[in-house]
Nanobody, 114 residues
Framework: QVHLVESGGGLVQPGDSLRLSCAAS????????VAWHRQAQGKERELIGH????????FLADSMKGRFAISRDAATNIAYLQMNDLRPEDTAVYYC???????WGQGTQVTVSS
């Protein structure tokens, strides 16, 4: 079992930055990926990107490149989602996920509004 807790969300203004954290604990697969997703109200869940547990590869959706970045601290087992130049359309609940296993956190709300 893997337990995930996201934090760092909140209300920010357009143009601000936020760094979300995903603290992971439990028993992990030998190799796995940590992914970030978001879901805006009334919309489908959207993959932002992921990072490999070995830190060898990472993926970021094309629409996120340039403003978002994903990283992972292997020592603390915390994954991060750095978000810059936030826009109102980035308003969503942000989730982290571990695969294999389809483990999900509870999500953290990000609201971008002036």
């Amino acid at each position: 079992q893997v337990h995930l807790v996201e934090s760092g969300g909140g209300l920010v203004q357009p143009g601000d930055s936020l760094r979300l954290s995903c603290a992971a604990s439990g028993t992990f697969p030998r190799v796995y990926i940590v992914a970030w997703h978001r879901q805006a109200q009334g919309k489908e869940r959207e993959l932002i990107g992921h990072v490999h547990s070995k830190g060898l590869t990472s993926f970021l959706a094309d629409s996120m490149k340039g403003r978002f970045a994903i990283s992972r601290d292997a020592a603390t087992n915390i994954a991060y989602l750095q978000m810059n130049d936030l826009r109102p359309e980035d308003t969503a609940v942000y989730y982290c996920q571990v695969n294999p296993g389809e483990y999900w956190g509870q999500g953290t709300q990000v609201t971008v509004s002036s």
